[in-house]
């Protein structure tokens, strides 16, 4: 083939990969790239939520997110949230699917019953749990009484409210988590298994030199996508505690939420968002890190 024939044939190649690639980069311009310069514009101007005012005003919104007191309580609760719920999530949800896997009917009864939860939306979820934590007529109430104490208002709870919302979300999110390490696991050679077994291993010796070892990825997939899903908490903490007891359990999310559209200040509630968006990436940019150093 000439030279002309060859360079003719790789344009070809080249305009078709560009045809094929167009409807994607299109959506991708259109949902993901546009609106995140929109959102930086934003958030540079006294921009309203309803009405034409918009005035050009810099990094003031910054300015005053950096002295905005309840912003910083509100990324102390996110924190104080993801720290109980991403470790605990990944654990629970590796430990479940170490217990499910396998042939077996209970246990293929076991992994539907875990992965249900995810499927029902925040609000159901959190009324589920609202009944539960009732300290009027909650479930929990009876055997508070039966043991002669006086019901806990866990939602109330200056202390407990944040715990009670990390452990509804626990219920709800586990099954996704928990499918991933499944589909892991089942790819995980059975010979490393049967050699194992030969040489006398223990269940703790296998699960710290074969499971871990081979999942280790999916592990970090786990983590990066529970960072960045806990972070943007929002429909448990207004639907179960609107955000008290005293804003201990008010989220970035809802007080982004709560300026944009009950204060109608989207300049400040765009700015918050890209404060939000700064955590979220340098956390995962750690994990991320973290696990590359794990693999070399």
Do not use: C
Request: net charge positive; aromatic share 14%.
């Amino acid at each position: 083939m000439s030279t002309s024939s060859l360079t003719a044939a790789r344009r070809r190649d080249a305009l078709a990969a560009y045809i094929f690639l167009a409807p994607f980069a299109v959506i991708y311009a259109t949902f993901l790239v546009y609106p995140f310069f929109k959102g930086l514009w934003i958030s540079l101007h006294d921009w309203e939520l309803a009405g034409s005012y918009r005035k050009y005003i810099g990094l003031l919104n910054y300015e005053d997110m950096w002295f905005d007191t309840i912003f910083w309580k509100t990324v102390g609760n996110t924190l104080a949230f993801v720290a109980m719920t991403v470790p605990t999530m990944t654990a629970l949800a590796l430990v479940l699917a170490l217990a499910v896997f396998g042939q077996g009917r209970l246990k293929g009864v076991l992994r539907s019953v875990f992965f249900m939860s995810s499927v029902f939306s925040v609000s159901v979820v959190t009324l589920i749990w609202s009944m539960v934590l009732s300290a009027d007529n909650g479930l929990l109430v009876p055997l508070f009484n039966l043991i002669g104490v006086n019901p806990v208002n866990f939602l109330g709870h200056p202390t407990l409210a944040m715990p009670s919302i990390a452990l509804t979300t626990l219920w709800w999110g586990v099954g996704l988590p928990m499918a991933l390490f499944l589909a892991a696991l089942s790819q995980i050679p059975p010979e490393l298994y049967e050699a194992a077994e030969l040489d006398h291993a223990g269940r703790f010796s296998v699960l710290k030199n074969i499971t871990l070892p081979s999942i280790r990825h999916t592990v970090l997939l786990v983590l990066v996508l529970q960072i960045v899903g806990q972070f943007q908490i929002f429909g448990q903490a207004h639907l179960m505690t609107q955000g008290g007891p005293a804003n201990r359990t008010r989220t970035l999310v809802q007080y982004i939420y709560e300026t944009s559209f009950r204060d109608w200040q989207v300049g400040y509630a765009t700015a918050m968002s890209f404060g939000l968006f700064i955590l979220m990436l340098g956390f995962t940019m750690l994990q991320l890190w973290l696990g590359r150093r794990g693999d070399e």
